[in-house]
């Protein structure tokens, strides 16, 4: 992979992989832009989102602990108090997720008319074709 002029090697191409896939997952970014007003306890996140499975969000912040994104605070209440807080590093990745927002804001049009225009000319080709775009 090249980025500019440089070659990269497939182990940090693999890295970047990963570290976007971690940042660009849906409920990453969710979770990322709900906490960059301050922490939050597991049940404000889960009620704040509402579509994610407790399964999901426990997976989703285990992982953005994991890559140092965000910290988890046990307070040992009964029941024991689980806050969730960003990082400096979590904090710093708002500055291209709020970019992207912003892009995607202004782009959304486009992209819906996109869809609607290849969602138009898939529906009236025939079956053929559409087994044709399909690899072998």
């Not at 992989?17 to 409920?27: F, Q």
């Not at 024991?80 to 995607?104: F, I, K, Q, S």
């Not at 049009?109 to 074709?129: L, N």
């Amino acid at each position: 992979m090249k980025l500019g002029n440089v070659d990269l090697p497939s182990e940090v191409c693999r890295s970047v992989g990963e570290v976007l896939g971690r940042v660009g997952d849906k409920w990453s970014v969710l979770v990322i832009v709900l906490l960059a007003d301050g922490s939050l306890r597991f049940s404000e996140l889960r009620r704040t989102i509402g579509t994610v499975s407790q399964k999901m969000l426990t997976a989703t912040l285990r992982g953005l602990e994991r890559d140092g994104y965000l910290t988890r605070t046990v307070t040992p209440t009964i029941p024991p108090r689980v806050d969730y807080a960003l990082t400096e590093m979590g904090r710093d990745v708002l500055t291209p997720l709020n970019a992207l927002a912003h892009w995607a804001l202004a782009r959304r049009e486009q992209v819906e008319a996109a869809r609607r225009a290849y969602d138009a000319k898939v529906a009236s080709a025939s079956g053929d074709a559409l087994v044709a775009d399909e690899p072998a």
